[in-house]
T-cell receptor, first 117, second 113 residues
Framework: DVKVTQSSRYLVKRTGEKVFLECVQD?????MFWYRQDPGLGLRLIYF???????EKGDIPEGYSVSREKKERFSLILESASTNQTSMYLC????????????????FGPGTRLTVL | GNSVTQMEGPVTLSEEAFLTINCTYT??????LFWYVQYPGEGLQLLLK?????DKGSNKGFEATYRKETTSFHLEKGSVQVSDSAVYFC????????????FGQGTELSVKP
């Protein structure tokens, strides 16, 4: 079974802190994604990555950055946390587009609920 | 651009009732369509999928048919259970999106005993 793990289920940080959210997948997937989930807004894509050291902005990248130094690990960084970044953060991975699973099913981690005070 | 629209929730049903959650999409080309489910306190998991027109995805008693003529992918279940209480997301993926999923806003389902 594909497994996507996230470093924390719950996290509480203070305004201005630098926050790292870690995501690891064990299925050798090329693609990895970070979303945030807010009531009434569904899932919104923050950043994604097609390969090691590659990253692309999603729909709401402002205030975030990412790092992908190894294929299995994709980190989301909040450079200076703000209260409007309080949210549920979901990581996902998928095999490469056009491959055997070319319908692009994504596999999700359990999420990190971040509260910024 | 591509988009997905779901019926608004919350939807509240009694156990054994019939469920329909509407989903329509806008996309160029021939997208693949998905329903994901999120149980309380968990991440999303794939419920079912369809990759071409007239395909029917099914899983755990849920079904959805890919209707290109109406650009719809409605989720149905004949008899819901309390354990089906969750948030359901419709999503699409196109080859020109490079692996990205476009999600609807989610529909919360609450099933009462």
């Amino acid at each position: 079974d594909v497994k996507v793990t996230q470093s924390s289920r719950y996290l509480v940080k203070r305004t201005g802190e630098k926050v790292f959210l870690e995501c690891v997948q064990d299925m050798d997937h090329e693609n990895m994604f970070w979303y945030r989930q807010d009531p009434g807004l569904g899932l919104r894509l923050i950043y994604f990555s097609y390969d090691v050291k590659m990253k692309e902005k999603g729909d709401i990248p402002e205030g975030y950055s990412v790092s992908r130094e190894k294929k299995e690990r994709f980190s989301l960084i909040l450079e200076s946390a703000s209260t409007n970044q309080t949210s549920m953060y979901l990581c996902a991975s998928s095999p490469i587009s056009g491959g055997p699973l070319s319908y692009n099913e994504q596999f999700f981690g359990p999420g990190t609920r971040l509260t910024v005070l | 651009g591509n988009s997905v629209t779901q019926m608004e929730g919350p939807v509240t049903l009694s156990e054994e009732a019939f469920l329909t959650i509407n989903c329509t999409y806008t996309a160029t080309g021939y997208p693949s369509l998905f329903w994901y489910v999120q149980y309380p306190g968990e991440g999303l998991q794939l419920l079912l999928k369809a990759t071409k027109a007239d395909d029917k995805g099914s899983n755990k008693g849920f079904e959805a048919t890919y209707r290109k003529e109406t650009t719809s992918f409605h989720l149905e279940k004949g008899s819901v259970q309390v354990s089906d209480s969750a948030v359901y997301f419709c999503a699409l993926s196109s080859r020109n999106q490079g692996g990205k999923l476009i999600f609807g806003q989610g529909t919360e389902l609450s099933v009462k005993p």
